[in-house]
C-alpha cells in the first residue's frame, strides 16, 4: 500500500503577531510519532503571512498530492480554537500582509463565492473539546490571509480543513477567572489537531470526500 501524504500548513509573523503560534503547532503535528507507526509521510509547511506565498509556496506543495491537508492560523482576539466551516472570496484591503501588501482587490479571481469544507467540522470540534480545549464551530475564516490560504487549499480533491488557535496571554498578563484560558500549552494543541489530522486521512483512505463526509451548510 502506498504510503499516505499529509500536508500540516501553519504561518509566520505578520503585523501584531511578532511570533506566530500556528508556526510551531504545524512542525509538532508533523513530528508527532504516530506518523511513523501508521506509515504516513508528513510535511509542515510555514507560509510567510504575504499574499505572494499563495502562489509561491502553497500552490507548489499542493500539487505534490497530498492525501489530506489540515492548516492552522491564529486568532489574535479569539479565546477559543475556531474550527472553520468554510472560506469566501472575500479580501480586506485595509490589512498589509507581513511585506507591507494590501490585497489590490476585494476578490481572489476565483470563479466561486464561497468553498466549503467537506470534512466533518462538528467532529473535529468533538474532538478537540474531548481535550479539554476551549473550542467552538466558526462560519468562515475572516478577509485575511488565513482565509486566502484556506479557499485556495479547498479547491483540491482531497479533505481539508482550518482550524485558528488563539495567540494566548502574555505570561506576565494573570487569568480572568471567568473567562476560557488562552494560554493552553501548545503540545496539547497540537495532540488533538494530529488526531484532527488522522481522522482527515482515515476519510481520505475510505472512499474520498465526496462520497464519504457531508458538505456542511452555510
Not at 175 to 186: E, F, Y
Request: aromatic share 4%; net charge positive.
Amino acid at each position: 500500500m502506498t504510503a499516505q501524504k499529509l500536508l500540516v500548513t501553519g504561518f509566520g509573523p505578520f503585523p501584531s503577531v511578532r511570533r506566530n503560534p500556528s508556526a510551531d503547532v504545524a512542525r509538532l503535528v508533523a513530528a508527532d510519532g504516530r506518523w511513523g507507526r501508521l506509515g504516513v509521510q508528513t510535511q509542515a509547511l510555514v507560509l510567510p503571512t504575504t499574499y505572494a506565498a499563495l502562489n509561491g509556496q502553497l500552490a507548489p506543495a499542493l500539487l505534490r498530492g497530498f492525501d489530506a491537508v489540515l492548516m492552522i492560523g491564529v486568532a489574535g482576539r479569539s479565546r477559543r480554537l475556531r474550527v472553520e466551516r468554510r472560506a469566501v472570496n472575500r479580501a480586506s484591503i485595509l490589512f498589509p500582509d507581513a511585506s507591507g501588501c494590501r490585497s489590490e482587490s476585494l476578490g481572489f479571481g476565483e470563479a466561486v463565492d464561497v468553498r466549503r469544507t467537506r470534512a466533518s467540522a462538528p467532529q473535529a470540534l468533538a474532538a478537540l473539546r474531548s481535550a479539554g480545549l476551549p473550542s467552538r464551530l466558526s462560519q468562515d475564516a475572516g478577509r485575511y490571509l488565513c482565509n486566502a490560504a484556506y479557499l485556495r487549499a479547498l479547491a483540491e480533491p482531497v479533505p481539508v480543513l482550518f482550524v485558528h488557535i488563539p495567540k494566548g496571554r502574555r505570561p506576565d498578563r494573570p487569568r480572568h477567572p471567568a473567562r476560557p484560558d488562552p494560554a493552553v500549552r501548545l503540545p496539547q494543541i497540537a495532540a488533538a489537531l494530529a488526531r484532527i489530522a488522522v481522522d482527515l486521512l482515515r476519510q481520505s483512505r475510505q472512499g474520498g470526500v465526496e462520497t464519504l463526509i457531508r458538505p456542511e451548510r452555510a
